[in-house]
C-alpha cells in the first residue's frame, strides 16, 4: 500500500463542469468518500452531489484560509480546481500556493491540482498565444510540481491536465457556441484549419479517480487527457453523420468573430469577472480567447494519445463516438437529441455546461 492512499478526498471545484462527473467517479463504488466546497449548499448542483451518497458539502470559499483549514480537517487527499474565470490569474496563483502549502501542514497525503496547458509557455513565450486562464493554471501546476520534487515523502502530489470540453461545442454561453442558419448546424469560430483536443467531462472523473488509485505512479505525473484533436471541418460531418441533420463549419477572421451579438457585450470585459479592469494585468476577455483561437489554430498544444489508451483503454476516441453517445445520453434524460438541443429556442440556463456560465459570470469569489 502506497503511503500515498487516501480514503477522503476535499474537492474545490466540484460544482462545475469538470468537479461534478470527477466526484461522481470518486464516489462510485464508496471507495472514497468526499468533502465538497461549495459557495452554495442549497444550489441544484450541490444537492446533486449530495444525493450521492458519501459526499459532505462545506460551505464557503476557497480564498478563506479558515474555510480551507475546515475542509483539509479529517481528509488525505485533495482534488483543486480554481475558476480560473472567477478568480483571474493573479488571485488563482495565490490561492493555488496557498493551497499546496496549507494541505502539506495539514497532513494530506495526495494532492491533485487541475489545471489547463501552460499555453505560453509551449509556444516559445509569443504572446499571440497568452491565454490567461490557461497560463494561470499552467505556472502553477509546474510549481506544484516543483515543490513535490522536495515533499513527495510528505504529500505526494499529481496535475491533471484537461481542456475545451467537447460537450461547450453544443452548448450556449461558450467561445464556440453553434448557430443555426437555415436550418444547418453552424460554428463560426476563428480556427482555420486548426483542431482542439477537446475533452469529455465523462472522462475527465476516470482519470482523476486513476490518479488517487495509483499514487505509486501517479505521484509527480502531469496527465494531459483530450478525445482527440478535432478539425471543426470533421467536427461537423460527424454531427451530421450522428443526427442526418446539415452541419457545417465556417472559418472565421478574429474581427468578424468578435463583433458577433452574442460576444460583442464581452470584448472588453476582464475574462476574470472577479478581477479590478483597471489592474495592467487583467486580460480583456477579446484577447484572452484571441490567444486560446491561435494556441489551437496554430498546433501548439499535443497530447500522448498511445499513453491515454494505456490508462483508460475504454475512453472517448473521437468526435463522432462522443456526439453518439450523447444523443442517446440525452434521449434517455428527457433533454431530446443532439439536433433538438442545439436548437436556440431549448436552450434556457440549464443547457450552458459552464458554472461561470450558467451564473452569468456573477459568482462570488
Known sequence: MSSHATSRIFVIGGTGAQGMPIVRSLVADKKYSVRVLTRDSSSPRAQALLALGNVSLLEGSFADEDVLREGFRGCDGVFINIDGFNTGEKTETYWAIRTYEMAIEAG?????????????KKSGYDSRFRTGHYDGKGRMAEWVLFQ???????MGAAVFTSGPYIEMVISPLTPMQPSVEDGVVTWRVPLGDGAVPHVALEDCGYYVRWLFDHPERSNGMDLEVAIEHVTYADMAAAFEKVTGHPAQYIDTDLD?????????GLVDAPAGYNTDPNDKSTMSFRDNFTGFWNVWKHGIITRDYALLDEIHPNRIKSAEEWFRREDQAGRDSGKGSLWERVQPENWSSDSAVLKSSADFRTGKL
Open 108 to 120: 494530506i497525503k495526495f494532492f491533485v491540482y487541475g489545471n489547463l496547458d501552460y499555453a505560453l
Open 256 to 264: 468578424t468573430y468578435w463583433s458577433s451579438p452574442d460576444l460583442a
Open 148 to 154: 513535490n520534487e522536495k515533499n513527495s515523502d510528505r
